[in-house]
């Protein structure tokens, strides 16, 4: 609270409205937010400057927003009537705990499910205790298709992953489905600074983004060719011998099997595939290799797609071939920082139930993302690192709401959503709703009430940033550990109760009769423990420290060899053959497109791609925020002007965008930089607007893309499980207006 005589004081937080992670200073007055400014303590540059970011500007009309949830509610109509009762935290948490309880009393622990947002909106470590205490293992998160896929692989092929290190010193940057200019600030900044240092850059987009109108090179491929394009880069190094022959001969493991695996990829026939012209693809090779160090900053327009998992494998072969891994401005692998415990090492323990292995769902087909796999990669990271992996497991969640309807391979028959709304941002919304509406008991800790919460039994309301203080080190793999201290109280008597999550969860566990498992009072207690080989306190670390920087050392891997089986960078994967899939990458053709369903593309003529970011919105969040939503007011489906005159379609208009799935409503945007065989459309919609009871469900099959993609399991990949939101078949026309 404000000190004594209403005096403004200045809290020193971290804003989490979007991955920037900017330092903030929040000025507050008799516990009131006042404004907010930029913290130059943090030490962490931005592009653009976070004093012209539209959120930060409109803080206090996000905080006190009039539709902000501030107390628990209780159902008390039909599921989507919209019948709420509002109700105390105690009689909240105890009514959830008891069913809860019956519920594993009655089908076991393992039909709980969870189900996360993208981070940071929560503690992830704290949330995966949780979990293992109450001992589901059925953790949902949108990790499967944002940063665990690359995440995984990489742990696969090298023993770690390296988060964005580009540096003055980095020659050329691969951009690999990313979009950093509107989506990382921090990154877009290393990389506006790195290109004017002269580092060439590479995109690999089918739009021609702000980064591809930047770049040096821009491969304008087709949607879900970027395993075959990077496949006729690695046929190029390794035909001209561009690759370092040393550090491939001391270091790499299957190279000669990758040779011939490349071989299959002339740049004539890669260019039949992806539609870049074969010179576009050798320039680009040749560029990468010759401009020492280069590093990749790939994203989820890779991750989306369902050949995944072997785009990311070319990837770090390409790098390997380069030998730019473990070097200054190349693919730094930094492990984790040496002064700060990973939270497997914070006592008491609480390792994942044995007898729960095999129960994950999902875990006996996508493998890589399974808790036995990461056990069998923590074998590796642990002799080299000192430190086991601790992320990059998950549930399969289409699997998981397949199971919720048809009780295969057992029920589920509840899910806690935290930060979540899989209403909007989980693909086949039709299945999602049926699941939903499906289970005894589902519980949603969110900031408002979305199209997910209205579906659920309870709803509480979450702490956000402003209220919680935050010790981030993205998991072990960001550049540093970074802090920031609670800013405003989280309860107001009469105003708002809201909770951290980590207070949710250790109430649930001390309910069910496992508090002794997380014992700490408050999540600031926690992060005492994770700084203390610091010889700090959190709020001593905050406001001595703020960001704590690990300390760079290189070609480490001469010391230790690489966190592999063979300890080297695995162009043949022994762990993938492990696992039983191919050891090498490869590309397969995704299973919706002109050429793997030439009758189905007859109705369905045009490609569709979704999810590329708006700097207004981060994923379904802001649209009820009047000077935000005024910025975008519409969901806009870009389409090339060409394909759009023969349709009769012009800007502005509302359009149809149909699947075989279903079809919702977009406005045109005109955009020449995209092929005319190719449609994009935006994703996370929902009309706060709208009444939430059925059928409206605030607008929620309006205009939201989800409703209309593919979660089939057969066409996830098969190693990673990532549903494909990238390759779609549909078609577009001009609705009926008067």
């Known amino acids: 609270m404000a000190k004594a005589g209403g005096e403004t004081e200045i809290k020193r937080a971290m804003c989490l409205w979007c991955k920037g992670l900017c330092g903030v200073k929040v000025h507050v007055k008799d516990g009131r937010l006042v404004k907010l400014e930029d913290d130059p303590d943090l030490q962490r540059t931005v592009w653009p400057p976070n004093k012209g970011c539209i959120r930060l500007k409109a803080a206090a009309e996000y905080f006190y927003h009039p539709d902000r949830l501030n107390f628990p509610l209780k159902r008390i109509g039909e599921k989507g009537e919209g019948k709420w009762q509002q109700i105390s935290w105690h009689q909240a948490l105890d009514e959830i705990g008891d069913k809860l309880k019956e519920i594993i009393n009655k089908y076991g622990s393992e039909a709980i499910a969870y189900s996360e947002g993208t981070g940071p909106r929560t503690e992830l470590p704290l949330a995966a205790r949780f979990l293992r205490v109450i001992g589901t293992p059925n953790y949902c998160s949108q990790g499967q298709i944002c940063f665990f896929p690359r995440l995984r692989v990489a742990h696969a092929i090298v023993g770690f992953h390296p988060e964005f290190p580009i540096k003055p010193q980095t020659r050329c940057i691969v951009l690999l489905g990313k979009e950093p200019l509107i989506t990382e600030p921090y990154t877009a900044n290393a990389i506006l600074a790195a290109k004017k240092n002269g580092a060439k850059i590479i995109v690999l987009d089918p739009r021609r983004t702000r980064s591809a109108a930047a770049a040096d090179i821009w491969l304008q491929l087709r949607p879900g060719s970027d395993c075959a394009v990077l496949m006729g880069m690695i046929n190029v190094i390794i035909k001209e011998e561009l690759y370092d022959k040393d550090f491939v001969e001391k270091w790499c493991y299957g190279f000669d099997k990758l040779r011939e695996r490349a071989e299959q990829y002339p740049l004539e026939e890669v260019e039949k595939i992806s539609q870049v012209p074969a010179e576009k693809i050798r320039e680009a090779a040749r560029v990468y290799a010759r401009n020492h160090p280069g590093c990749f900053v790939e994203g989820m327009g890779t991750e989306q797609l369902q050949n995944n998992a072997q785009a990311f494998h070319a990837r770090w072969v390409l790098a390997g071939l380069t030998a730019n891994i473990d070097i200054e401005g190349g693919e730094e692998l930094l492990g984790w920082h040496p002064k700060v415990l990973n939270p497997e090492e914070v006592s008491p323990r609480v390792p994942f139930p044995p007898d729960k292995l095999d129960k994950q769902i999902g875990s006996n087909r996508f493998k890589l993302m399974s808790v036995a796999t990461t056990g069998l990669l923590a074998n590796y990271t642990d002799k080299v690192w000192g430190k086991k992996i601790r992320l990059g497991d998950a549930a399969h969640a289409p699997l998981v709401y397949r199971a919720m309807l048809s009780g295969k391979p057992y029920p589920v028959r509840a899910m806690i959503s935290v930060s979540s709304n899989p209403m909007i941002t989980q693909a086949n919304t039709k299945l999602v709703y049926k699941a939903l509406k499906s289970l005894d008991?589902?519980?949603?800790?969110?900031?408002?009430?979305?199209?997910?919460?209205?579906?659920?039994?309870?709803?509480?309301?979450?702490?956000?940033?402003?209220?919680?203080?935050?010790?981030?080190?993205?998991?072990?793999?960001?550049?540093?550990?970074?802090?920031?201290?609670?800013?405003?109280?989280?309860?107001?008597?009469?105003?708002?109760?809201?909770?951290?999550?980590?207070?949710?969860?250790?109430?649930?566990?001390?309910?069910?009769?496992?508090?002794?498992?997380?014992?700490?009072?408050?999540?600031?207690?926690?992060?005492?423990?994770?700084?203390?080989?610091?010889?700090?306190?959190?709020?001593?670390?905050?406001?001595?420290?703020?960001?704590?920087?690990?300390?760079?050392?290189?070609?480490?891997?001469?010391?230790?060899?690489?966190?592999?089986?063979?300890?080297k960078v695995e162009f043949y994967s022994t762990i993938f053959e492990k696992l039983g899939y191919d050891p090498l990458p490869k590309f397969e053709e995704p299973a919706e497109t002109p050429v793997s369903a030439p009758e189905l593309a007859k109705e369905y003529p045009l490609r569709l791609i979704t999810g590329g970011r708006m700097r207004e919105f981060f994923h379904s969040e802001w649209r009820q925020v009047d000077s935000v939503r005024r910025k975008r007011p519409y969901p806009l489906m870009q389409i090339h002007p060409e394909t759009a005159a023969g349709l009769g379609i012009k800007e502005g208009d509302w359009v149809w965008i149909e699947t075989p799935r279903g079809r919702v409503r977009q406005k045109a945007e005109f955009l020449e930089g995209i092929d005319p065989g190719v449609v994009h459309a935006e994703h996370g919609w929902w009309f706060p607007e709208l009444p939430g009871e059925e059928p409206w469900l605030h607008g929620v099959w309006e205009s939201n893309i989800n409703v209309v993609m593919n979660d089939d399991p057969d066409v996830c990949n098969q190693i990673t499980g990532s549903w494909p939101l990238r390759t779609a078949l549909c078609k577009v026309y001009k609705l009926k207006s008067y």
Do not use: Q
């Open 441 to 567: 008991l589902y519980v949603v800790l969110d900031f408002f009430v979305t199209p997910s919460a209205e579906l659920a039994d309870y709803v509480l309301p979450s702490a956000c940033w402003l209220e919680v203080p935050y010790l981030y080190d993205r998991a072990g793999y960001n550049d540093g550990v970074l802090s920031g201290e609670a800013a405003l109280p989280s309860v107001v008597p009469g105003e708002y109760e809201h909770k951290d999550d980590y207070e949710v969860w250790r109430e649930l566990a001390i309910r069910l009769g496992k508090g002794e498992l997380m014992p700490w009072k408050s999540r600031e207690e926690y992060y005492d423990k994770l700084v203390e080989p610091m010889g700090y306190t959190f709020k001593e670390f905050v406001h001595k420290v703020r960001y704590a920087p690990k300390k760079p050392g290189f070609k480490k891997y001469e010391k230790t060899g690489f966190a592999t089986p063979t300890g």
